[in-house]
């Protein structure tokens, strides 16, 4: 895969979402970096490529874990190998803009090493149709990071950490 495979750690408090981007390199990107011996491991077992990932980047077997749910090996790879709080978000028409309106209604920090999501958030925009104007819909580019943060702000929101009015 070539896009851009976003892993992002967030922590939820007193009304405020903080997050730091943990992975942004595609899966492609990810071989390069790795030697033969790491390359023929991951090839040896199914999604070898997420265990491996998951373990270099040294996430907690019991974090809670969202995952994009039309990645399903990948969030099933995950439960096997020991992320029991692993989960598939769930996404319904709608749930983009919801989504956003989650993540609008709280605060939302990231750390200066985010330089993806930041580069994510300075491009975001709306589409806007044959008229010019522009609609609630977003344009649906560049937005891996901000795709994760947003499964989280609404897992949250399902979980009734983060309260809507």
Known sequence: AVDPFAIVEAKYY??????????????????????NEQLQRVRNEEEGLIKWLFKKLNISYDADIVCDNNRI????????????????????????????DVLNGIKVYYTSESKNIE???????????????????????????????????????????????
């Open 119 to 165: 580069e994510e958030q300075n491009e975001y925009s709306r589409k806007v149709d044959k008229y010019n104007k522009v609609l609630e819909q977003p344009e649906d580019d560049n937005n891996h990071a901000m795709d994760a943060i947003r499964y989280i702000g609404l897992d949250l929101q399902r979980g009734g950490i983060i309260k809507t009015i």
């Open 14 to 35: 007193d009304g405020a979402l903080y997050v730091h981007e943990l992975n942004y390199d595609s899966e492609n990107k990810l071989r390069e970096s790795m030697s």
């Open 73 to 100: 090996s990948k969030f099933k790879a995950l439960r096997a190998s020991g992320y029991a709080y692993a989960k598939v978000t769930t996404k319904w028409a709608g749930s983009i803009v919801d989504g956003i």
